[in-house]
């Protein structure tokens, strides 16, 4: 069973970074696809960005591209979410979200429909 457990999260003033972690553990092999999608309140889930542990590939959202970086530590099977630059509007509960696989359509099907394992999700609140 594949298990995603995220830490960082909490307060910061607009404009301010904040970096977000996922440690992930049980894939059954090397190749998988995880990444970051929040939610705000009233509002749609969201897709952050995500990578692929095969090649790095990474898709963002329209909304935080240029703003937000992923990174993934094979090694550590522990993907990051660099937040710069933050806006009020970047308020959500944060979640990590990751599937197995290799295909890039695959991987961008899952990065708008929704991943196959999910975190628990962490707080972000960002003040103007």
């Known amino acids: 069973e594949v298990q995603l457990v995220e830490s960082g999260g909490g307060l910061v003033q607009a404009g301010g970074s904040l970096s977000l972690s996922c440690a992930a553990s049980g894939f059954s092999g090397d190749d998988y696809f995880i990444g970051w999608f929040r939610q705000a309140p009233g509002k749609e889930r969201e897709g952050v960005g995500c990578i692929s542990s095969r090649d790095a590939t990474t898709f963002y959202g329209e909304s935080v591209r240029g703003r937000f970086t992923v990174s993934l530590d094979n090694a550590k099977n522990t993907v990051y979410l660099q937040m710069n630059n933050l806006k009020p509007e970047d308020t959500a509960v944060y979640y990590c979200?990751?599937?197995?696989?290799?295909?890039?359509?695959?991987?961008?099907?899952?990065?708008?429909?929704?991943?196959?394992?999910w975190g628990k999700g962490i707080l972000v609140t960002v003040s103007s």
């Open positions: 979200g990751a599937a197995e696989g290799r295909s890039p359509v695959k991987m961008y099907q899952r990065f708008r429909n929704g991943m196959d394992y």
